[in-house]
């Protein structure tokens, strides 16, 4: 058994077997077993609360589990820390960036780890090395002396995995949520270096809500459901993602969820929630002019630095502009502030949901009533009665779990925490709904909960812009699809003439025609 | 395929049942002692004074400590307010001063009556705060700075016109204006009655009001503030002007009470408020600044200084309790906190 065991153990990258894990009154992993093999690219999905982060905190040594084995490369880990594992070769790439604002590129890859040369740090040398690295294994040109604050979120992202693989010493390469961040063209940057990191016989774990990518680009996949894994899938085998898809989320749920996105009776447009005429920052917008008819669901799409995210900040009051008008519901709306544009009848969901979407230390209750506290208090004495039933009803409606009001926001899984974004804009009865990139990070099952309100939103009449990258969902939920390249629309398409390859090439390859 | 290896960690896998068993005990020890470790220490100070000096639980000394630290309550709460907004005062003395100063000058340059120099000394608070407003929210000056900037040059004001920090006396002022500090309502005496005032007046605003929620969510995060549509500016001009406008009060008090305004005299309130602000928000469940807790940290402060006096202590001693408690008080109030972080965050 043990030599069988052993030899098994040779071939993989990384061992974990019976792991199991409890937190005060939370088992979080109970006898998880995942390995993935030498030179392979391993999926790991599952959904919010399945524990995979617990199990990658483990392997990274932050958490230690209180059964199990873990073994590296074939080599047994008795004691788990950090440093030991670094060593191994094991790299990750976390979620968050943690980048130092003010750091430059260079600076920011070498953290830790600089060069040093006779005069101290070697900063020519380790600017070039950054380039280089940058440009010929991740594929983007940045100035090593640009700062990360000003990259965007893309950029630091692909800066944070420089960082990480810039020794050379990396075995095995963990991803976490790698393309929660990243514009689809962005995307194909990722996993053109992921291909590079394969061919050059890195192993890597690659943790995704997107089965869509893990389709792509894993050889197989390991599904998690509440704190064990209970599949692999092997994805070698060709076989249509039409197949592959669905038996994964079976795997997931434990159930079948039907469609993702919901049927929507498409009506016929009869006035503009929205108009937007010449918007221009005389930067990234260059004359921006789109509609939203009430009812109606309109997508919107572009890669980084298209001026997507812009065109959200400019109508919102987060941006100033130079020139063109926005119409609300028919009036016009002065949205040079948030707190005006508001008043006109918008509502966001920020894109950034952990800087700019919930309190994080307020109560889930106090975030729902946030933009709404008049409606909950008479002459500015808040009824605490009213703020909490109104708590309690919308969780009800949305569905957040664990349930209880007086919860901390922080506390809640990602896609918890985006409902009660949402939660808060559907109080104030808004007549324009701008979500920006409303699913990122959000598992499955809360997902189709989102597309369901969306639904309800449009139904209901009021008009819905939907910032994504995400393809798939732009196609399932939208009635047209606007596609920003440069600071301009460039297409303005009905969802049903249109495809996933043809957006795509629309963000990307627009750029080329221009 | 899936082999049972005999892997080394799982040899001590039975033990934890114990060992889990006594850190949930720790734990939850840890837990009451980080949670109401003021509390106890407040309360055991108490008992200690009281034991070993008679007067110090003697009624009219206990109404002592509330009279003597009325006016650091007002400026607490002040900048308990602040502080919940996300940003800090350090110009609190400036308006304390000026609050005290121009109420002596309406009465005795201008004959103005006693309530008229109150709204004068109000006015002359709420001024200062409208400058760092002005900074803070217009030129986008961090509040440190920002209140740093008008400390300074409120300090130098006061220099110029009082020719280097000399006296301003007014023995003739009218008792309606010297029973601000002195007089009594139904006994109690009126900075008790002024300090309770403000207390509740800050209590419904901060805790009670959707005012206070909004102030509250600026401080915590005030991105989310905005994009929720809370106009942060309006009500971050309203947090430092409302401030000072109060501390302003306390300035009035104190004047009123010395027959005198003693230039920069406001400036040794600052730090004591900070303090309590600060001691407060450690009892606070999520260490927000909060008006209850506030009241505490200063009574903590007047009961250490009253005790230590009655004991014929050496009265410098209270600094450096204020600090070891302080410093005390927000190391267990974080060190809690980290620790159930790590336990929720899965």
């Known amino acids: ?514 | 395929m899936t082999a049972e290896t005999p892997a080394p960690s799982r040899a001590d896998s039975a033990a934890p049942t114990a060992s889990q068993a006594r850190s949930a005990w720790s734990r939850r020890i840890f837990d009451v002692v980080s949670r109401y470790g003021f509390v106890i220490v407040f309360f055991a100070f108490a008992v200690f004074f009281a034991l070993r000096a008679d007067a110090f639980l003697n009624p009219s000394n206990l109404v002592n400590i509330l009279e003597g630290n009325a006016v650091l309550l007002i400026a607490a709460l002040a900048m308990t307010l602040v502080v919940a907004s996300g940003g800090i005062d350090l110009s609190i003395g400036i308006a304390i001063d000026f609050g005290g100063w121009f109420a002596i000058i309406a009465m005795r340059d201008y004959d103005l009556t006693w309530a008229s120099a109150l709204l004068v000394g109000v006015l002359a608070g709420a001024a200062v705060g409208v400058l760092n407003a002005g900074l803070i929210v217009r030129l986008k000056i961090s509040p440190f700075l920002a209140t740093l900037g008008t400390f300074f040059i409120g300090s130098s004001i006061q220099q110029i016109y009082t020719s280097g920090g000399g006296q301003v006396p007014f023995r003739e002022m009218s008792e309606s204006f010297r029973s601000l500090s002195t007089g009594a309502v139904l006994g109690v005496p009126t900075e008790i009655v002024i300090a309770a005032v403000v207390g509740v007046v800050y209590f419904v605003l901060l805790e009670r009001s959707v005012h206070g929620k909004r102030i509250h969510a600026i401080g915590l995060q005030r991105s989310v503030a905005s994009v929720s549509g809370i106009r942060v500016s309006g009500y971050l001009v309203f947090v430092f002007v409302f401030a000072s406008a109060t501390v302003a009060l306390s300035g009035i008090i104190l004047t009123a009470g010395l027959r005198q305004f003693t230039p920069l005299s406001g400036f040794s309130y600052l730090l004591d408020a900070i303090a309590a602000v600060f001691i407060g928000a450690s009892m606070h469940p999520q260490r927000r600044p909060n008006v209850a807790g506030t009241l505490l940290g200063v009574l903590f402060l007047g009961v250490v200084s009253n005790g230590l006096n009655l004991m014929g202590l050496d009265f410098n001693l209270r600094d450096a309790l204020e600090g070891i408690i302080l410093v005390g008080a927000l190391a267990l109030a974080f060190a809690n906190r980290n620790n159930r972080a790590r336990a929720v965050s899965i």
Not at chain 1, 10 to 29: H, I, N, Q, S, Y
Not at chain 1, 42 to 63: P, Q, R
Not at chain 1, 106 to 116: D, H, I, W, Y
Not at chain 1, 124 to 134: D, G, I, P, S, V
Request: glycine share 10%; aromatic share 4%.
């Open chain 1, 1 to 514: 058994m043990n030599a069988t065991g052993e030899q098994h153990d040779a071939d993989c990258a990384l061992r974990m077997e019976g792991v199991t894990k409890t937190f005060p009154g939370v088992r979080a992993l109970d006898g998880a077993s995942l390995s993935v093999g030498r030179g392979e690219v391993h999926g790991l999905v599952g959904e919010n609360g399945a524990g995979k982060s617990t199990i990658i905190k483990i392997l990274a040594g932050v958490y230690h589990a209180d059964a199990g084995s873990v073994s590296v490369d074939g080599e047994p880990l008795e004691r788990i820390d950090p440093a030991s594992v670094h060593r191994l070769g094991v790299r990750f790439i976390h979620q968050e960036i943690s980048l130092v604002p003010h750091f430059s590129v260079a600076e920011s890859v070498f953290l830790g780890q600089e060069q040093t040369g006779r005069l101290g740090t070697a900063k020519r040398a380790m600017r070039e090395r950054a380039e280089t690295f940058l440009a010929e294994t991740l594929g983007v040109e940045l100035d090593g002396r640009a700062l990360v604050r000003d990259l965007s979120v893309a950029e630091r992202k692909l800066v944070q995995i420089a960082r990480a693989l810039i020794d050379g010493r990396a075995k095995l390469v963990v991803f976490d949520e790698p393309t929660a961040v990243l514009a689809a063209a962005e995307v194909k940057t990722l996993f053109t270096a992921i291909d590079t990191l394969r061919r050059a016989g890195k192993s890597m774990l690659y943790v995704s809500h997107y089965l869509n990518e893990i389709h792509q680009i894993c050889d197989r996949v390991t599904v998690f459901r509440n704190g064990a894994d209970v599949g692999v899938v092997d994805l070698r085998q060709p076989q249509q993602p039409q197949v592959r898809v669905p038996e994964i989320i079976r795997l997931m749920v434990g159930r079948d969820i039907g469609d993702l996105y919901p049927q929507r009776r498409r009506s016929e447009r009869t006035r503009d929630a929205l108009e937007v005429a010449g918007l221009d920052d005389g930067h990234r917008l260059r004359g921006v002019s789109l509609t939203v008819g009430a009812g109606e669901v309109v997508g919107l799409t572009g890669i980084i630095g298209s001026g997507r995210a812009e065109l959200v900040d400019s109508l919102y009051g987060l941006r100033k502009i130079r020139a063109g008008k926005i119409t609300v519901d028919g009036e016009p709306a002065r949205t040079n502030s948030p707190a005006r544009a508001v008043r006109s009848g918008l509502a966001l969901v920020p894109r950034d949901r952990r800087n700019d979407g919930l309190v994080l230390d307020m109560t889930v209750a106090d975030n729902v009533n946030l933009a709404t506290l008049e409606e909950v208090s008479t002459l500015g004495w808040l009824n605490r009665a009213a703020a909490g039933r109104r708590g309690e009803e919308l969780m009800e409606r949305l569905d957040v779990r664990p349930r209880g009001s007086h919860a901390v926001s922080r506390l809640l899984s990602g896609g918890n925490q985006q409902k009660v974004v949402l939660g808060r804009w559907l109080a104030s009865q808004a007549s324009v709904y701008v979500l920006d990139d409303p699913t990122v990070g959000v598992d499955v099952g809360a997902r189709s909960e989102i597309y369901r309100l969306i639904a309800d939103l449009a139904q209901a009449g009021a008009g819905v812009l939907m910032c994504s990258n995400d393809p798939a969902e732009l196609l399932g939920m939208c009635d047209r699809i606007l596609v920003m390249v440069r600071g301009r629309i460039i297409a303005d398409i009905a969802a049903a003439d249109t495809d996933h390859e043809h957006l795509t090439a629309l963000a990307t390859g627009g750029a080329e025609a221009a």
